[in-house]
């Protein structure tokens, strides 16, 4: 779960705050089908400012950024 974990953390969080930038911006200025991309990107702005992991759950981690950034013991 280490790419989970970098996410949830600080720079990992302003990562996906950049890439959501990057994809609402591309969808508003392409227009078109490539609209499509604005609402994607404003989820991924949001979770970032909000410390939500959404891939978290997919690798059975919590969905909540503060829990999946700590390392989990086995």
């Known amino acids: 779960m280490g790419v989970v974990e970098f ?26 089908w490539w609209l499509l991309l604005a609402p994607a990107g404003l989820a991924i702005i949001t979770a970032g400012p909000g410390n939500l992991c959404v891939l978290a759950p997919l690798y059975g981690g919590p969905l909540a950024g503060s829990r999946a950034a700590r390392p989990r013991h086995r």
């Open 7 to 32: 996410l949830a953390g600080g720079v990992g969080r302003g990562l996906r705050v950049a890439a959501g930038l990057v994809l609402g911006l591309l969808g508003a200025a392409a227009g078109g």
